[in-house]
């Protein structure tokens, strides 16, 4: 049996791809294996905490027991958070229970409770999004890990005033934070609502491990219990020193040499699987925040980072593949592949007459699928645009599990391949305190002064 | 009164953004009149038809009469489309109807017909989303210029079949496609459903104010007249010599300069408006896949093309923002503004007595969009990341209509500039005949061979 987690990069070895490809040595197994010993040092240090938030267990079943007794209660879940906080759970969702608006249970009804992400401060998609819920049949997720995100706390105050009576002290809003400090942890005590810690080694992007993941799937009624299965076999395989086996560090290997040695700055996440587009979201944030960095760990000034692109199969073959064919060769692509569809449809032998209907008659839709994703991986590879493979076998939370923490760990493993820190965002500080500026929040009257006269 | 559409590029000059800035004179202000005069050419020649579009009053009347009478009959539209035969529909519904999932009408329920775009054959979202519909209170919606598109007619099978009697020679099926040739043609008579057409001389990216954009957008209760009124709008502008007030060669000319002089390879469209997110993807089509080129008119291989990225404002501030900040200097930053929210929430007085909570009560939640909008562009600014703006004054049919038309014309401009035809796309052939070959269509037995072995 074919394992669950494949990864190929044939195709982006000059013996496929031509001169904009690399040859296996350019992948330098010396220093990935140090990058591993280097990683393992600030996990073992307990500097880096996402690698031991699958073993624990005993967080997964209290978020579980929590979730079984209020998930039939409601109808929605408005989860109130962004970024890490928010991409995580849109993702699993997608993924498990499908993509919106096509979203349907096995009855033909869309799944209950209904996903909400509050992620943005657009007036008018808040409004909308309160009108079409029942504060009585809604449960409301907030997660910050600082307890202070100005977005995430705009928009809960406002979600708070429209519960109502409907939130006073009831187990229907759950938060999710630091253990230890922060602004949302006080109001969740004073409220007496129940709450889940984020381990303070665990940042938002390397969190969908942690209660921050776990709490909106679980409302969801994804088996977070496979989900941390997953991703303890991805752990078994990301420690591995034998490089076929760690995928993981091949993918960090191979990010990095495209980057450094063939100038591909752009990665392209092109996903065959409508389930895995939410998850092309989460990827998105978690390479580029990491990666994207202006100085390296020694303090000199690099400004490194692929940009992340997020691309659906076969559907931005009608939009987006004209300029990655023909472009400049600036990018990398990255298929996301999908072995076994979730259901299988025929496409029926009608107007048989016609030439562009007759050959497609009588095939199942996989196989048009499957075909269109293997002439498009041909037709890059055969204009020199280098290109490898992640193939699931499926996609259920087991999988799923395993490959997105295998994503975290090519991440980690590509910051110290860099030599810059994978874990920290300083350039997003200063248009934070120019916005509190604008706010008004007493400190900022600095940055306040800045921007005066601007619109 | 403020214009509907603004155009703002100050902080893309060296004076605000620095050495990656540009000059106003690296614009190069002959060779934009000379780009106006040789699209102009090609427009009255008769060969390229986009612009002539909202002139057409005639074909929009008729299309919105038929739309009036099938809309309340139906509570579902099912697209079935691929690249710009979805993209302009979904992007209008977005705008004017609001984002999935909490599209709701003011009543709170979700607005009708539900919009469900079938532009992907992954088969397990085709066929949620047909148990999630009910044939005989569902209008089809089946796209394609040349009428032989695989992906559309695969899909558009199995939904003939869904539909049975439902749709034997009811108008709950329209068809638009090309006036003359194609098989969707043929079928379409065949069954006696209702068809509209696309011109000849207007390409799918560039169709959003032909029948493929207006026949879905009026099945949605869209103001199809005030679209093409703003459309006309941005024609008038567009034609002009004054090249402050056409904001369209404005653009085209900034993006070439960043792109030829300064290197910006990649166009991040950062769109403050979950409304405009829709609209991000298609964009993303338009500029991807019309200036994305291997040859110049010439003959001479350029490899050209920015990728455009989409992002939604705040939200990606808390995703990719780090990486435009800090990482290479490899991007453009277009940011997508408008100015009067389609309605106001005010963040309640509550939670005083916490910092991060004092600041924000009794403010608008607009006040916190606008605030990090202007606080991000200041801060990619002052760290030398040339950014330029459209500001809407709201969004509407008109407003939309007008900038949409605009991007368009910047497209049809940017084309010239390069030396490229915008009006094509040649890279996507050979895909296209290794997925025939690989599905048995006959005469491409030799593209199966090549392509024999791979999976």
Chains 1, 2 share one sequence.
């Not at 991409?87 to 209950?112: C, E, F, W």
């Not at 109502?164 to 602004?183: F, L, S, Y």
């Not at 700055?265 to 587009?277: D, I, N, R």
């Not at 978690?286 to 100085?295: F, T």
């Amino acid at each position: 049996m074919a394992a669950e987690l494949q990864f190929t990069y044939q195709n982006a070895l000059s013996t496929n791809a031509g001169t904009d490809g690399i040859s296996p040595k350019d992948l330098n197994d010396k220093a990935a294996l140090a990058a591993v010993d280097a990683f393992r040092q600030r996990v073992d240090s307990g500097e880096i905490g996402f690698p031991m938030l699958p073993e624990d267990r005993r967080t997964a079943a209290a978020i579980a027991e929590f979730a079984d007794e209020l998930r039939g209660q409601v109808d929605d879940l408005l989860l109130v958070g962004i970024g890490g906080s928010a991409l995580g759970a849109y993702a699993l969702d997608v993924a498990i229970r499908g993509p919106h608006p096509a979203q349907t249970s096995s009855n033909g009804k869309p799944p209950r409770p209904r996903l909400i992400v509050l992620d943005n401060v657009d007036p008018g998609v808040v409004a909308s999004a309160l009108a079409g819920c029942n504060p009585r049949r809604t449960a409301v997720c907030v997660i910050a890990k600082s307890g202070s995100t100005a977005e995430t706390l705009a928009t809960f105050m406002i979600v708070r005033e429209w519960m109502g009576n409907a939130a006073k002290g009831k187990p229907r809003v759950v938060a999710v934070t630091d253990a230890k400090k922060g602004d949302l942890l006080g109001i969740a005590k004073e409220e007496r609502w129940p709450l889940f810690f984020v381990p303070a080694n665990v940042g938002g992007r390397f969190s969908v491990f942690s209660p921050v993941g776990l709490v909106p799937a679980a409302l969801l009624g994804i088996d977070i219990r496979k989900l941390l299965k997953g991703a303890r076999l991805a752990n078994q395989r990301s420690w591995s020193r034998d490089l076929e086996q760690n995928f993981a560090l091949r993918s960090a290997q191979l990010h990095h040499a495209l980057d450094t040695m063939r100038n591909k700055k752009t990665e392209v996440v092109f996903a065959y699987s409508s389930y895995l587009w939410g998850a092309a979201f989460w990827y998105r944030q978690l390479w580029a925040e990491s990666i994207g960095k202006r100085v390296n760990r020694a303090g000199a000034v690099v400004e490194t980072g692929q940009t992340p692109v997020a691309a659906l199969g076969v559907t931005d073959q009608h939009s987006q593949l004209q300029l990655y064919m023909e472009g400049p060769r600036d990018k990398m692509i990255t298929f996301w592949d999908v072995r076994k569809p979730r259901v299988e449809l025929k496409i029926p032998k009608i107007y048989t007459r016609y030439d562009s209907c007759g050959y497609l008659g009588g095939k199942k839709l996989s196989d048009l699928f499957r075909a269109e994703r293997i002439a498009t991986e041909a037709a890059l590879t055969a204009n020199g645009r280098p290109n490898c493979r992640w193939s699931l076998s499926h996609v259920d939370e087991v999988t799923l599990g395993e490959f997105f923490q295998v994503l975290e760990f090519q991440t980690a493993f590509a910051g110290e391949l860099y030599g810059i820190d994978a874990f920290d965002q300083p350039g997003v500080e200063l248009g934070k305190k120019l916005t509190y500026g604008l706010m008004g929040r007493k400190g900022f009257e600095e940055h306040a002064r800045e921007l005066k006269g601007l619109k």
